[in-house]
C-alpha cells in the first residue's frame, strides 16, 4: 500500500515537471505559442485600424482648422463681428476641441496628454456656456431680425457672406438645443435647414434623428398633416421605430378628430411690446408724420457764454417726451481715451430684472461693463463739463460714466433708467446722456417702443431724454432698448444726471 502509494507520488512529479520542461518542443505546445502570435497579430492590427482611423479623423479636423483658421486671419475684424463666425469659432474650441482631445490621449501617450494639458493652461478657452450664449445670440438675432433660415446656414447676413458656413451636423445641434428650450418654432426651421443639407452634401448626423425633431415640433406648431407626412417619411427609413409608429397613429387619429385648436402650444405669439420693439429695431416703423413733421433740428447756444462760439447741433427726435440728438460732441481722441481706460477693467454687466427687481448677470460676451470717474483723464473732466453745458444741469449728484461694450446678439432688453429704490441724497436718474463711442455695422440702435422711436448709433454723437416728470415721477413713455447688435461692436458710455442739486435748474411744478 505504502509502495505503491509512493509512486503514484513520484510519477505524478515526474509526469508535471516533464510537461512544463517540453513547453518548447511539443507540437502541441508550439501550436499553442502560435495561437498567442496569432492574437497579439490580431490586436496589433486593430490597434493600427483604430489608430489609423483616429489619424484620418485627426486629419480632417487638422485640416478643418486650418482651412478655418487661413480663412478667418485674413481679415480678423470681418470675422470676429459676424454671429455665425463667432458661433462656429467658440465650437471648434469647445464641442470640436473636446474631441479632439479625446483621440489623442486614446493612445496613453504621456507627452501628449501633457502637452494637451498645457494648451488648456496658457491658451485662452471658450467654455460650454460661451457655446450657449453664442448660439442664444444667433436665435435672437435671427428672431429680432427676421433672418432666413437658409440664408443664415450659407453664412449670409442680409446679403453679407461670412466666411464660415453650418453644416447639416451644426443646424442640427442647434435644432436640438431650440428643441430643449422649448422652442418649436425655431426648431423645425433648423431642422428643415439640417435636412436639406444633408441632402446637399452629407454629414454625420441620422436623416431620421432629423425627420423626429421635425415633425415633433412641427406637430406642436400645429401642423398635423405635415407632421404625419414627416412621420411617414421617417419610418419608410426605419419601419419598425416605435416612438414613429405611435405618433403616426396619433396623428391620424387627431387629423380625423381635430382637437381644440386652442390647446396647442403658441410659442411665437408674443406680446404687443415686443413685437414693437422689434419693429423698431428692424426700422420698419417710424414716427407718424403728424409728429415727425414737426421735428426740427437747431444749434444750441443757451446754458454757457461759450457756446456762442461753439454751439452744439441738435436733433429732435421725439417731442414730449423730448429726446434729442447732440450730433458730434465727441471728438475721436476722446472715445479713444474712453475706451482704453475701459478695455482693461471691463466686467460682466450686472443689471436689476425688470420683472423679478433682483440684480442679475448678463450672460458673458452680451456686455461688459466699467465705471469712469471724471477726474481720472483730462478728457474725462472736459466731457463731464460739455454734459453739463448739453443739459444746463449740474453734474454734482451725477454717477460715474459707464461705458459698456455690446459684442454680436448684444442686448439690453426694455427697461426705465429711473430705479425701484432711490438713494435720498443724490435722488432718482432725472437725466440720461448716453453716447455713442462706436458706430455699428447693424442692428444695435436704441429705441422706445411707447412712443416708437429708434436712434441709430453714431459714433461722436449723444441722445439724451429727461427720466422724470417735473414732479418728480418716473415718465413711463422713456421705456428704452439696446437693440442686438447683428454686425459689429457696439461701444456707449452714459451719464446719469440725479435729481439733487437740479433744483433751481430744473424746477418741479
Ligand atoms: C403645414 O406645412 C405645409 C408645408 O410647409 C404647408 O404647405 C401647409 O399649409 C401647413 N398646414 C397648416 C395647417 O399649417
Same mark, same amino acid.
Given at each position: 500500500m505504502n509502495n505503491s502509494l509512493f509512486l503514484q507520488t513520484v510519477l505524478l512529479f515526474c509526469s508535471i515537471y516533464t510537461t512544463r520542461s517540453e513547453v518548447f518542443t511539443a507540437i502541441a505546445g508550439l501550436e499553442d505559442l502560435l495561437q498567442t502570435e496569432s492574437r497579439l497579430i490580431h490586436t496589433l492590427g486593430n490597434y493600427i485600424k483604430d489608430q489609423g482611423k483616429n489619424l484620418e479623423i485627426l486629419k480632417r479636423y487638422y485640416q478643418n482648422y486650418k482651412n478655418h483658421y487661413d480663412k478667418a486671419s485674413k481679415n480678423v475684424h470681418l470675422h470676429v463681428t459676424n454671429p455665425i463666425n463667432a458661433y462656429i469659432l467658440i465650437k471648434k474650441l469647445t464641442l470640436d476641441w473636446k474631441r479632439v482631445e479625446v483621440l489623442i490621449t486614446r493612445s496613453h501617450n504621456l507627452e501628449w496628454k501633457s502637452r494637451l494639458k498645457n494648451i488648456r493652461k496658457t491658451m485662452q478657452f471658450p467654455t460650454e456656456r460661451d457655446l450657449d450664449g453664442a448660439l442664444d445670440a444667433l436665435i435672437r438675432l435671427q428672431d429680432t431680425y427676421r433672418l432666413d433660415t437658409a440664408a443664415l446656414a450659407r453664412g449670409e447676413i442680409s446679403g453679407v457672406k461670412s466666411s464660415s458656413e453650418l453644416s447639416a451636423d451644426d443646424c442640427f445641434q442647434i435644432g436640438r438645443k431650440l428643441y430643449e428650450t422649448g422652442d418649436n418654432y425655431h426648431t423645425q426651421l433648423w431642422m428643415k435647414e439640417a435636412d436639406a443639407r444633408l441632402w446637399e452634401e452629407g454629414g454625420t448626423v441620422r436623416r431620421s434623428d432629423i425627420l423626429e425633431y421635425w415633425a415633433y415640433s412641427v406637430y406642436k406648431q400645429g401642423n398635423v398633416s405635415l407632421a404625419l407626412d414627416l412621420t411617414n417619411k421617417l419610418l419608410e427609413i426605419l419601419p419598425y421605430h416605435s416612438r414613429a409608429l405611435r405618433n403616426k397613429f396619433y396623428y391620424e387619429q387627431e387629423l380625423q378628430n381635430p382637437v381644440?385648436? @386652442?390647446?396647442?402650444?403658441?410659442?411665437?405669439?408674443?406680446d404687443v411690446e415686443k413685437e414693437v420693439y422689434k419693429k423698431l429695431c428692424r426700422a420698419e416703423i417710424s414716427l407718424p408724420e403728424a409728429k415727425s413733421s414737426k421735428l426740427k433740428c437747431f444749434y444750441q447756444n443757451s446754458n454757457h457764454p461759450f457756446l456762442r462760439i461753439a454751439p452744439f447741433k441738435v436733433e429732435q427726435a421725439?417731442?414730449?417726451p423730448d429726446i434729442l440728438i447732440f450730433h458730434n460732441v465727441l471728438s475721436d481722441c476722446e472715445i479713444e481715451t474712453m475706451k482704453q481706460l475701459a478695455q482693461s477693467r471691463l466686467v460682466t454687466a450686472v443689471f436689476e430684472n425688470?420683472?423679478?427687481?433682483q440684480l442679475e448677470l448678463f450672460p458673458f460676451r452680451i456686455s461688459k461693463v466699467a465705471w469712469l470717474e471724471d477726474q481720472e483723464h483730462q478728457h474725462l473732466a472736459v466731457v463731464a463739463q460739455r454734459v453739463a453745458h448739453m443739459?444746463?444741469?449740474?453734474?454734482? @449728484?451725477a454717477e460715474e460714466f459707464q461705458v459698456v461694450n455690446y459684442g454680436i446678439g448684444g442686448h439690453y432688453e426694455p427697461h426705465f433708467d429711473?430705479?425701484?429704490?432711490?438713494d435720498p441724497a443724490i435722488g432718482s436718474r432725472i437725466e440720461t446722456v448716453l453716447f455713442y463711442l462706436s458706430d455699428v455695422e447693424q442692428g444695435g440702435a436704441t429705441v422706445f417702443p411707447e412712443i416708437q422711436v429708434s436712434v441709430w448709433p453714431q459714433k461722436g454723437s449723444a441722445v439724451v431724454w429727461f427720466n422724470l416728470h417735473p414732479s418728480g415721477d418716473?415718465?413711463?413713455?422713456?421705456k428704452h432698448a439696446g437693440c442686438p447688435v447683428l454686425i459689429g461692436s457696439k461701444w456707449i458710455a452714459t451719464k446719469w444726471i440725479h435729481e439733487r442739486g437740479q433744483e433751481f435748474l430744473r424746477p418741479c411744478t
Open positions: 381644440d385648436k @386652442t390647446k396647442k402650444d403658441q410659442d411665437h405669439v408674443e421725439h417731442l414730449d425688470p420683472h423679478s427687481k443739459t444746463g444741469l449740474t453734474l454734482s @449728484t429711473f430705479q425701484s429704490t432711490v418716473g415718465d413711463q413713455r422713456t
